[in-house]
């Protein structure tokens, strides 16, 4: 995953040298490189995620919501049942 990454940051550094007037072309790799090193070190101080990060984190955040909606549904099943045998203890005895 981070070999397309830096590939597309290759792609990237390399359509801005070619964006720019012919004469300053002809400096071509030297600023491709530049380019390069500048939109990767200001994307390491961004302090993003890869992509394969990002996506482990949603699995584990996905287990934990059902976890929690099982949980939820657990401790109102529970709270019914409680309210049912206090609602029969407390009926007044004849």
């Known amino acids: 995953m981070i070999d397309k990454n830096r590939f597309n940051l290759d792609d ?3 359509q801005l040298a070619q964006s720019l007037p012919q004469n ?4 071509g790799d ?4 530049n380019f390069k090193a500048l939109l990767h070190s200001g994307l390491d101080r961004m302090d993003l995620v890869t ?3 990002f996506d482990v984190q949603s699995a584990v955040l996905e287990r934990t ?3 929690l909606e099982a949980l939820e549904a657990r401790i109102a099943e529970l709270e019914r049942s409680l309210a049912a045998s206090s609602g029969e203890s407390q009926q007044p005895q004849q």
């Open 12 to 14: 990237l550094a390399r």
């Open 24 to 27: 300053l072309r002809a400096l």
């Open 30 to 33: 030297d600023l491709e490189r």
């Open 51 to 53: 992509r394969e990060e």
């Open 65 to 67: 919501r059902e976890k």
